[in-house]
Nanobody, 122 residues
Framework: VQLQASGGGLVQAGGSLRLSCAASGNIFSINAMNWYRQAPGKLRELVATITSNGITNYAESVKGRFTISRDNAKNAVYLQMNSLKPEDTAVFYC?????????????????WGQGTLVTVSS
């Protein structure tokens, strides 16, 4: 199973970006899908979560500005980021709990995308 993230880039403060992340491989089901970010010199933090039923949760710092969504048919998760601020500058990672069908039955693992850099200039 692989997660492939895309959509990062350089944007001015107040601008918008949309991140995408698609899962591929031996996928039986996908549970929660998440976006994390890690700013320079800081710990990785959870930005947004969406469950398989579409329930969402956000970090306080991005509420009202970011929107997480998913397309279960495409095994994909998205992060629409509006009103971006310089403090949003970070490498963004997608993460998902994915179950795969193996000879021993269902196996659930945690997977990470490769990270995509978002830079917001002031």
């Amino acid at each position: 199973v692989q997660l492939q993230a895309s959509g990062g880039g350089l944007v001015q403060a107040g601008g918008s970006l949309r991140l995408s992340c698609a899962a591929s491989g031996n996928i039986f089901s996908i549970n929660a899908m998440n976006w994390y970010r890690q700013a320079p010199g800081k710990l990785r933090e959870l930005v947004a979560t969406i469950t398989s039923n579409g329930i969402t949760n956000y970090a306080e710092s991005v509420k009202g500005r970011f929107t997480i969504s998913r397309d279960n048919a495409k095994n994909a998760v998205y992060l629409q980021m509006n009103s971006l601020k310089p403090e949003d500058t970070a490498v963004f990672y997608c993460n998902a709990a994915i179950s795969s069908l193996t000879r021993a039955g269902l196996r659930r693992d945690d997977y990470w995308g490769q990270g995509t850099l978002v830079t917001v200039s002031s």
